[in-house]
């Protein structure tokens, strides 16, 4: 009998929490960790995206992104700071319902419920952004090591300190970045770093 005990108790969190959600006047989601569920919506969302909190609710959020692929990147770039209880920002692109693509600003915040269930508030910024339609193409391009490695130097972190994340050497490092430089048509690091701040799209 202890399922029903937990199923009440994360009704109980989800209605405080989903009334924290429609407090705020930005669009925002609730999502369970690591189902990536929506649990709550508030009524912002259908402004920014086009859909109501009720046609959102029980989906998960890859309905939303624009294609599998950076909707796994966006999932892994996260993770460690969601389980550790950290919140943390990011960008990426999502696809209103009328099928625009928007570059956005993600906020995420984990909350541990009563019941256990690690629950994330994801406040949402959306904005129309042609101009970031070439680091849309180039990235959609990447194979999924090489989309780690690009987080990583948009991190900051240097070569070295990518490969000891990876657990793979510098020279494979500095292989990913050649490719990625090629596959975004840049000369170095720092003019694909700046190709993101102009386009503000650094994670």
């Known amino acids: 009998m202890v399922a029903p005990a937990l199923s009440k108790a994360l009704a109980a969190d989800r209605d405080v929490l989903k009334g924290a959600l429609n407090a705020l006047h930005q669009p925002a989601l609730l999502v369970e960790h690591p189902s990536r569920e929506i649990h709550g919506a508030n009524p912002e969302m259908e402004p920014a995206l086009g859909y109501r909190p ?55 915040t984990p909350v541990r419920a009563a019941c256990g269930r690690l629950l994330n508030f994801s406040l949402i910024k959306v904005r129309e952004a042609p101009e970031c339609a070439d680091l849309l193409r180039a990235m959609q391009r990447l194979t999924e090591r090489e989309a780690e490695v690009l987080r990583s130097c948009l991190k900051g972190e240097s070569a070295k300190e990518a490969a000891l994340a990876m657990g793979i050497s510098h020279r494979t490092v500095e292989t990913h970045r050649a490719r990625i430089q090629d596959k975004f048509d840049v000369r170095s690091i720092g003019e694909l770093l700046a190709r993101f701040i102009r386009r503000e799209m650094l994670p």
Request: no cysteine; net charge neutral.
């Open 54 to 108: 009720e046609e959102l609710v029980g989906r998960l959020t890859d309905m939303l992104h624009v294609d599998s692929k950076l909707f796994d990147l966006f999932g892994r770039a996260g993770a460690s700071e969601i389980t550790a209880n950290k919140p943390f920002t990011t960008h990426g692109w999502l696809r209103h319902r009328d099928g625009r693509i928007l570059a956005s600003h993600h906020w995420v």
